[in-house]
Nanobody
């Protein structure tokens, strides 16, 4: 498994970004894929998770981004995306893609902390200026 994030950058408040995670070796039907973010000195926090249950896609969002973020996956491209809009300075962080084994949507809840995820990407920096 190899996860590679891209799409980070600097934007002004109110702008949008689309983060990509190239997820080679990840079977979406047997994996929970999540986006986390972390700022220096703080714990890594989950942003959103996604699970493909035989074609039914389960998406979950942390309250801090709900309504402003959309997580999606592309089986053909072996990629997961995080579209974020109405960005705020508080969204500034390194964003990480992570994957964990899952056999049901219950295995892909927001409550699963970083320790649940075995595979991680290197992260991509998102900076939102006011």
């Amino acid at each position: 498994v190899k996860l590679v994030e891209s799409g980070g950058g600097s934007v002004q408040a109110g702008g949008s970004l689309r983060l990509s995670c190239a997820a080679s070796g990840v079977a979406f039907s047997r994996s929970c894929v999540a986006w986390f973010r972390q700022v220096p000195g703080k714990e890594r926090e989950v942003v959103a998770t996604i699970y493909d249950q035989s074609g039914t896609i389960w998406e979950r969002y942390a309250s801090l981004v709900e309504g402003r973020a959309t997580i999606s996956l592309d089986n053909d491209a072996h990629a997961v995306f995080l579209q974020m809009a109405s960005l705020k300075p508080d969204d500034t962080a390194i964003y990480y893609c992570a994957a964990a084994s899952a056999s049901s949507a219950d295995d892909c809840r927001l409550q699963g902390g970083p320790e649940v995820y075995r595979h991680w990407g290197q992260g991509t920096q998102v900076t939102v200026s006011s």
